[in-house]
């Protein structure tokens, strides 16, 4: 990395909320253009927006889920500001998702025939509607109010259990998309290996930390 970039990662202005800002306005903008460019008052089309926001949040996900794994494998300086900034790009994942959830009512309430036909399966219901409560609990318990009236073991468990079904999700989602369906676009591929790497990652991460640990017990 060079001096340069060392010297702009520190700036307040990709740093905290300043971040969350920096991203969600673009992708928002984003989806209001994609909005205008289509007729909304079709089924098909506000099918295409969910879709839409998906493969805008996507990417945040992968980061935020990545971001610790990295920094223990990798340490540099933006592993340490990925890490530092790992909040608020969940946070960021949240608002795209919040684009989504709003698609998904607009579809159901308005064109449900449509849903129950063509777009309903029970799983993915369950699947996602057990991965919005996690994003909700997430997002309410980043903050101090709520975070410090938890039990420290249960906030853990409650943001390891969500990241890791919201990863399992989306990666799903990809993983059907190229195994499963005949017509995967080049997205598709980039997204089920980019959600690939992230659990690598983690996966060679905790490998790491186990067999440190091993290694301490036995020079004991």
């Not at 060079?2 to 971040?19: C, D, E, T, V």
């Not at 079904?165 to 990666?171: D, E, R």
């Not at 980039?190 to 036995?218: C, D, E, F, N």
């Amino acid at each position: 990395m060079s001096k340069n970039s060392g010297a702009f990662l520190p700036s307040k202005f990709i740093n905290g909320w300043n971040l969350f800002w920096l991203i969600t306005v673009p992708v928002s903008l984003a989806v209001v253009i994609a909005m205008a460019r289509l007729d909304l008052t079709t089924a098909e089309n506000i099918s295409s927006m969910i879709q839409f926001c998906v493969r805008c949040a996507v990417p945040l996900l992968y980061m935020a889920f990545a971001a610790s794994a990295l920094h223990a494998l990798f340490p540099s300086l933006f592993s340490r500001w990925l890490l530092r900034n790992r909040k608020i790009i969940g946070l960021c994942f949240a608002a795209a998702m919040g684009w989504q959830l709003l698609f998904i009512i607009w579809l159901v309430s308005i064109h449900t025939g449509y849903y129950l036909e063509d777009v309903y399966v029970l799983s993915d219901v369950i699947e996602g509607v057990v991965g919005y409560a996690f994003l909700i609990a997430m997002v309410l318990t980043s903050f101090k109010t709520l975070r410090s009236s938890m039990n420290p073991r249960h906030w853990k468990l409650l943001h390891k259990g969500g990241i890791y079904w919201l990863w399992a999700y989306a990666w799903s989602v990809y993983w059907w998309n190229l195994f499963y369906y005949q017509d995967p676009v080049a997205l598709d591929y980039i997204y089920y290996w980019g959600g690939y790497l992230a659990w690598g990652l983690r996966l060679w991460a905790w490998s790491k930390t186990r067999l440190q640990q091993v290694a301490l017990q036995r020079s004991a």
